[in-house]
């Protein structure tokens, strides 16, 4: 099972590899505000587990396993973030925050369903993708 602490890594992974290309692990420390210490020690337990490949000194890569949990997260996350924005009108200066906090807690048959009321969004509110 899944730590919120280890979703959200895998999800900054996601965001940096589609908005860089690359993902560096200093990015990932600057994205999620942590120490490079803390993002060394998650990215040696995330490689242990299967889900990245990271050699020293070079970039960090998703394994096919690691890449679609990560693009699951960022749907779900993505998802929330047009629910909250479409159908409970909240700012859309707010719907990251808010989307953060309940993409933890959300089941998968709740994503689906959302997904189904929302009309299946191609795009968030912020004009991102959502993964299929």
Wanted: positive net charge; hydrophobic residues 35%; charged residues 30%.
């Amino acid at each position: 099972m899944f730590t919120a602490n280890r979703e959200d890594y895998l999800r900054g992974l996601y965001i940096l590899e589609e908005e860089k290309g690359q993902i560096k692990s200093i990015d990932l420390a600057h994205y999620l505000n942590v120490s490079k210490p803390s993002v060394s020690e998650m990215v040696h337990e995330l490689q242990k587990e299967g889900f990245v490949l990271h050699r020293r000194y070079s970039k960090l890569q998703f394994t096919q396993k690691g890449r679609k949990i990560a693009q699951k997260l960022t749907s779900k996350h993505r998802l929330i973030e047009s629910f909250l924005r479409n159908m409970l009108k909240i700012s859309p200066k707010n719907v990251h925050h808010e989307a953060h906090r309940l993409e933890h807690a959300f089941s998968d048959e709740s994503i689906f369903k959302m997904r189904k009321l929302l009309g299946n969004p191609k795009k968030d509110p912020h004009g991102k993708p959502i993964p299929q």
